[in-house]
């Protein structure tokens, strides 16, 4: 385990600072300039009409269309970004905009960082995020990475 900690930095993390900023605006650029050029390209963007996750969508100045693969409707696709969701640690976003965490991502953030956090809101996101980030880095340094 302690091994595996330790190569989180080299091979599972986004580049930050600069370079992940660059991936960011790259992406979100590209979309911009599909819209604005209307030329109606199939891409990938995230929450497009307010759903959760992301999606294949068709850009133009009409905004983004989802065009989901042949036998694929949207019940489903949106099932299985829920799903994926699930996997990354959140159980449900409410309309407020507060994340509500699953038992699993509350039960190690209590049990490896020592944060007890059962929902992110809107209101105090900031200020958790760097609980957390604070807290990980801790926790990745005690298993040998080197951040």
């Known amino acids: ?39 109606a390209e199939i891409t990938h963007a995230p929450g497009p009409q307010g759903l959760e996750g992301g999606y294949p969508v068709r850009l133009s100045r009409k905004g983004a269309q989802v065009v989901l693969p042949k036998g694929v409707t949207l019940e489903q696709a949106r099932a299985m970004n829920l799903e994926g969701q ?15 965490v699953t038992s699993e991502a509350y039960d190690t953030f ?23 980030k604070k807290k990980f880095y801790e926790f990745a340094r005690k298993h040998g990475a080197k951040i």
């Not at 930050?16 to 300039?33: D, P, T, Y």
Request: charged residues 30%; glycine residues 8%.
């Open 1 to 39: 385990m302690k091994k595996f900690i330790a190569e989180l930095p080299k091979r599972g993390m986004r580049p930050a600072g600069r370079h992940g900023q660059f991936v960011v605006a790259g992406s979100a650029l590209k979309n911009i300039m599909a819209i604005y050029n209307d030329t």
């Open 86 to 100: 699930e996997h990354d640690g959140v159980q449900e976003i409410k309309d407020n905009g507060d994340v509500v």
């Open 110 to 132: 209590k049990k490896e960082l020592h944060v007890d956090c059962k929902v992110i809101t809107v209101e105090h996101s900031f200020e958790q995020a760097m609980e957390l």
